[in-house]
T-cell receptor, first 110, second 115 residues
Framework: DAKTTQPTSMDCAEGRAANLPCNHSTISGNEYVYWYRQIHSQGPQYIIHGLKNNETNEMASLIITEDRKSSTLILPHATLRDTAVYYCIADTGTASKLTFGTGTRLQVTL | DTGVSQDPRHKITKRGQNVTFRCDPISEHNRLYWYRQTLGQGPEFLTYFQNEAQLEKSRLLSDRFSAERPKGSFSTLEIQRTEQGDSAMYLC?????????????FGSGTRLTVV
């Protein structure tokens, strides 16, 4: 699996958009970009994934650059409940193990 | 079905004792995974099952660790002769083989403290 690089921490004001970047410059053509988040004392929660095209679901949007070397997870209107560690993972999606890094700790504040 | 269930949520044990954790996956999911997470780190893969077959084990899974998934349903993770370094959150996840691209579903974990 390709290595991903994320900032250690970020802050966001409640109601504003949270933009979480991820670098994956060595991603291979068959690897998807996955995002999970982990709220304190809970297991990770799947958010969204994409291969080439931008994706949107009820939780977030995923913007992948054309060269696929980086991506951004967007939470359009962050709330206090979005405070969590966000993990960006490059994976083929073939049901093998996921390799988590240390993620970005997002703190949403009033 | 309310998702992946893990039991117990917390376990405190004395060094040298054996402990066993249980995971009940989403019933239709044929793959089940165990991860371990220490403070400040992301989850680390331990092992996974497809139905009842254990297909892969991490080097982190020492001889003191054993996992089973009898009948391809629930799974147990046993740690023998626990050490303080085993203190961690043990997470279970499940998925379809075919649906892995749509993400794994994780349980809330079992937090083990070895004293």
């Amino acid at each position: 699996d390709a290595k991903t690089t994320q900032p250690t921490s970020m802050d966001c004001a409640e109601g504003r958009a949270a933009n979480l970047p991820c670098n994956h410059s060595t991603i291979s053509g068959n690897e998807y970009v996955y995002w999970y988040r982990q709220i304190h004392s809970q297991g990770p929660q799947y958010i969204i994934h994409g291969l080439k095209n931008n994706e949107t679901n009820e939780m977030a949007s995923l913007i992948i650059t054309e060269d696929r070397k980086s991506s951004t997870l967007i939470l359009p209107h962050a709330t206090l409940r979005d405070t969590a560690v966000y993990y960006c993972i490059a994976d083929t999606g073939t049901a093998s193990k996921l390799t988590f890094g240390t993620g970005t700790r997002l703190q949403v504040t009033l | 079905d309310t998702g992946v269930s893990q039991d117990p949520r917390h376990k405190i044990t004395k060094r040298g004792q054996n402990v066993t954790f249980r995971c009940d996956p989403i019933s239709e999911h044929n793959r089940l995974y165990w991860y371990r997470q220490t403070l400040g780190q992301g989850p680390e893969f331990l092992t996974y099952f497809q139905n009842e077959a254990q297909l892969e084990k991490s080097r982190l899974l020492s001889d003191r660790f054993s996992a089973e998934r009898p009948k391809g349903s629930f799974s147990t993770l046993e740690i023998q002769r626990t050490e303080q370094g085993d203190s961690a959150m043990y997470l279970c996840a499940s998925s379809f083989i075919e649906g892995a691209r749509n993400g794994y579903t994780f349980g809330s974990g079992t937090r083990l403290t070895v004293v």
